[in-house]
């Protein structure tokens, strides 16, 4: 039994390790993707053959705040040559804020053929793991992607508002003053970018870093995880969550964990998230 | 009022590389020559007020006075990956240092789509406008010490 089986996740097989990736380089059935948030990152380094797939540039609209669409994405798993059967590994900075969000929207398409890398890529480079620079160039695919689904894991602001009226969970991930809407000292710096500081009411604070040890990124085990979601947050696999953040990045991280490693049964990611609510007129807001 | 010259220079500069991939080597090379907050002027743990406000690489700002009443400006990022934050800290250090506060106070957040382009995420681009605007109030803070 490897370690990650260990640590007694439902789904296990969707977080792989580095050791694994590093076994895997030259698997012609693995898509290796680094998503990160310094967009300078990738070309200081990489895993070798890891290709790049940059949220904001690659996952988003260009004018609308909303992500791509079929054909997007579509043209984006044939650039970086991926096809129905290929296995794509994401990884990256910032304990894999963004790996888990570019894993979260690849499954509003369906492809399902999807891991994490534990521990991203901090953990990679401090085991002494050979970066590359190399920008890796693959032979276009014939991917024929879906239309996008939003029903499944992904939440709107009308969904949220009807949710806390039914006092169904929700859970905040974000730090303990942006929960309360202390406010910075400074008048004027932007504060995360919303007019009024607080939480959805109803909501429990979790913390995303609580899901992951500090000192290397790695997720924590299912008992720790559950003492966390189910004990603190009381909330249970059979219940219907809604998690959110500021923009969707943090809480894509904690509907990772809860879906996949706690495999509860309907968790779905609000990416409007702070940004849209703290700036929305009239929708009630707690502190 | 105008920008101050140096950091026309280097955004100019910048402007000029209209390679994508060249231009983030250069921002690249630009962070490889961050050095941290002199440990005469700041050490850690680093206090509170000098972070920056919504920057996820955890930068913090530091002022010293020169004679003439301008400011150098010294940072410190603890992310080890936070690339983009060094090479911001740096550009700013250069073209802001030693440059009248009157016009670094008014020095826009938006100079950071001018280094990094538009396709910044969210977060990064509050964090990277966040540290202009903390050298912006520290430069106006400067700036009307000397006018009093």
């Given at each position: 039994m490897s370690e990650i089986e260990s640590r007694g996740y439902v789904r296990p097989e969707v977080l792989v390790s580095t050791e694994w990736v590093a076994s895997h380089l030259n698997d012609p059935g693995i898509r290796i993707i680094e998503s990160n948030e310094d967009p300078l990152l990738y070309a200081t380094g990489h895993v070798p053959g890891a290709v790049e797939v940059d949220w904001?540039?690659?996952?988003?609209?260009p004018v609308r705040r909303d992500y791509l669409g079929r054909d997007g994405f579509e043209a984006l798993m044939r650039r970086i040559g991926v096809t129905k059967d290929t296995t794509v590994v994401f990884y990256g900075d910032r304990n894999n804020w963004w790996a888990t969000y570019a894993f979260w929207v690849f499954q509003l398409f369906g492809h399902d053929k999807a891991k994490i890398m534990d521990g991203g890529r901090i953990k990679w480079a401090n085991e002494g793991r050979p970066l590359d620079k190399q920008t890796p160039s693959y032979p276009a695919s014939d991917y024929k992607a879906a239309e996008r689904d939003d029903k499944r894991i992904r939440a709107f602001r009308d969904q949220v508002l009807q949710h806390l009226e039914a006092k169904k969970p929700l859970v905040d991930v974000r730090s303990p003053d942006e929960y309360s809407g202390k406010k910075l000292h400074m008048p004027e710096y932007p504060n995360e970018g919303a007019l009024r500081g607080g939480h959805i009411p109803g909501a429990a604070s979790v913390p995303w870093?609580?899901?992951?040890?500090?000192?290397?990124g790695t997720f924590k085990s299912a008992e720790e995880l559950r003492a966390l979601y189910e004990g603190d947050a009381k909330i249970k696999p059979g219940d219907d969550v809604i998690v959110y953040c500021r923009i969707g990045e943090r809480s894509s991280h904690t509907w990772f964990v809860l879906t996949h490693?706690?495999?509860?049964d309907k968790v779905r990611n609000y990416d409007g998230s702070w940004t849209e609510w703290g700036n929305l007129v009239g929708v009630p807001i707690e502190r | 009022m105008a920008l101050p010259d140096k950091l026309t220079d280097t955004l100019e500069t910048l402007e000029m590389v209209p390679d994508r991939g060249e231009r983030i080597q250069l921002l690249i090379d630009i962070a490889g020559r961050f050095e941290e907050v002199p440990p005469r002027l700041a050490r850690r743990p680093f206090a509170k007020e000098h972070q920056v406000p919504a920057c996820e690489s955890e930068a913090y700002v530091f002022t010293e006075p020169r004679p003439d009443g301008t400011l150098d400006f010294h940072f410190a990022v603890e992310n080890p990956q936070g690339i983009s934050a060094k090479a911001m800290a740096v550009i700013l250090g250069d073209a802001l240092s030693g440059a009248p506060p009157q016009q670094v106070a008014e020095v826009s957040q938006d100079i950071v789509y001018q280094v990094f382009?538009?396709?910044?995420?969210m977060g990064k681009s509050m964090g990277l406008m966040s540290m202009v605007g903390m050298v912006a109030a520290m430069a106006k803070k400067q700036a009307e010490a000397k006018s009093s």
């Open positions: 904001t540039r690659d996952l988003n609209d870093a609580k899901a992951v040890n500090p000192d290397d490693l706690l495999g509860f | 382009g538009r396709e910044l995420s």
